[in-house]
């Protein structure tokens, strides 16, 4: 195989799209000048419209997990209580942050691989009234899992006056997202996901309820504090160095996004997983998770007569194909294939017909073409739809 070629399909970080390369290779300027502020004032209404929100998008030069730490510490007082659903590890993530900073965290389990039921959650603060924040993810990426986070916000909304707060890190701007009209308080993600970007920024946005709760909030915080964020963006600038060259990135995906329109974005991003999931069930290998509770960014694969981790060591020795594995206590009996950002039917059909060799060679039989036949017969009955 080509030594330097890397077909990467994990759940992130993500291809980068050439015209993105090229915008972030731009020479470098002044982060207080004239240029900066017309590039943040372009930037952020693109971003608005992602989030599915009238609030400003916070743009932090961090990480995905950064952010989910700012939405913590800025929403949650010392002392308070908080619910945290956990549906894999980046719930458990939640969890972690707020135990870190001493919040009183009560966990909601459920089976990984399956989604957080919207009358389990009411259940809970029905027996805990105290509880000021409920914490969940979006796309549970460590399975693939898509949570109904529009029905779980309407149930904390119907049973509570806590916030509802949501780790959006691999399914922002690959799937839709209506903060506003869902009743979601905060939304994060980050650049290396669906935004097609390197890491290092992270994207934090706010309802007026977040806001009256950050405002008022004794918490300490100096680098993570959203108000000092906000106060700047309102600006159009930041109130500590920005990652220019991401910046520069961001600005040529959300003009890459409004032109092939949000919801051809989705479409295509809901067409790959059904191709995805139409292959895997041809070819006999089971899926982690249910077709209803399966996102549109990535699926988990759950092989039942053959290695997952073979299956990668093959993919990536042979093709410099690489997939991601899992997490914790299913780190090497599931494997996730990512299909989200830059990436195209076309790319998957490519990476279908890759992995059929790859499931051969790590010992199941199976008929060549036929996880490459249902995928094309997804295409030609659902792909005009997202054109």
């Not at 000048?33 to 599915?52: A, C, H, N, W, Y």
């Amino acid at each position: 195989m080509l030594t330097d070629q890397q077909i990467l399909r994990i759940p992130g970080p993500t291809p980068i799209p050439p015209s993105v390369n090229r915008a972030m290779s731009q020479p470098m300027i002044g982060h207080r000048g004239q240029s900066t502020s017309e590039m943040i004032r372009d930037i952020r209404p693109k971003l608005k419209r992602v989030f599915g929100t009238q609030q400003e998008v916070m743009i932090l030069t961090a990480s995905g997990t950064a952010g989910l730490e700012t939405a913590v510490v800025n929403t949650v007082a010392p002392g308070e209580e908080v619910l945290v659903v956990v549906t894999g590890a980046f719930g458990e993530r939640f969890a972690k942050i707020c135990k870190a900073y001493e919040i009183k965290t009560h966990v909601l389990d459920v089976e990984w691989g399956q989604a957080a039921a919207p009358e389990a959650v009411k259940a809970f603060l029905k027996e805990h009234p105290e509880v000021k924040a409920v914490f969940a993810t979006f796309c549970e990426t460590s399975t693939g899992v898509l949570n109904p986070v529009q029905e779980l916000a309407a149930a904390v909304k119907e049973e509570s006056d806590a916030l509802f707060i949501v780790d959006g890190v691999s399914c922002v701007g690959g799937t839709e997202t209506k903060m506003d009209d869902w009743g979601i308080d905060v939304v994060v993600t980050g650049s290396q996901k669906a935004f097609m970007l390197p890491a290092g920024l992270a994207f934090v946005a706010a309802s007026e309820r977040a806001w009256a709760k950050i405002e008022a909030n004794p918490q300490p915080r100096f680098y993570l504090d959203l108000k000092k964020h906000r106060d700047n963006i309102l600006k159009d600038t930041t109130p500590f160095t920005p990652a220019l060259s991401i910046l520069f990135g961001l600005q040529q995906v959300l003009q890459l996004m409004e032109e092939e329109g949000l919801e051809q974005v989705y479409a295509r991003h809901r067409l790959m997983m059904k191709m995805t999931r139409a292959a895997f069930k041809a070819l006999d290998v089971p899926l982690l998770t249910t077709d209803e509770a399966a996102s549109p960014t990535v699926t988990a694969v759950k092989p039942a007569d053959f290695d997952a981790e073979a299956f990668r060591k093959i993919m990536k020795q042979e093709f410099g194909f690489e997939v991601a594995g899992g997490q914790q206590h299913l780190a090497k009996t599931i494997f996730r294939v990512g299909h989200m950002g830059y990436c195209s039917p076309a790319d998957m059909l490519q990476a279908i017909a890759v992995m059929e060799i790859g499931v051969m060679k790590a010992g199941k039989e199976i008929e060549l073409g036929k996880g490459v036949r249902a995928a094309q017969q997804i295409y030609l009955n659902e792909g005009k739809l997202a054109q």
